[in-house]
């Protein structure tokens, strides 16, 4: 079973082991920032919803007019 890592460039795959040591720190850097941008996100996430928490709870906090 062939489980080697494939990378896929301007569509054509190619085996990681193939690929020149410089092209394979470019894409231990792609992986990096990767997994980097989807903890940024996952975190974004997190501050997005306790801000409209946050914002809710303002709302009924604050009277209401009537116009």
Known sequence: M??????????VTHKLSD?????Q???ANLQFVDK???E????LA???TARNAYQAA???LVPRTTQ
């Open 19 to 23: 690929l020149s040591p410089a092209a």
């Open 2 to 11: 062939d489980d080697e890592v494939e990378v896929t460039v301007d569509g």
């Open 40 to 43: 940024l996100n996952a975190r």
């Open 36 to 38: 980097e941008m989807a």
């Open 58 to 60: 303002l709302q009924q």
């Open 46 to 48: 997190v501050y997005q």
């Open 25 to 27: 720190e470019q894409v």
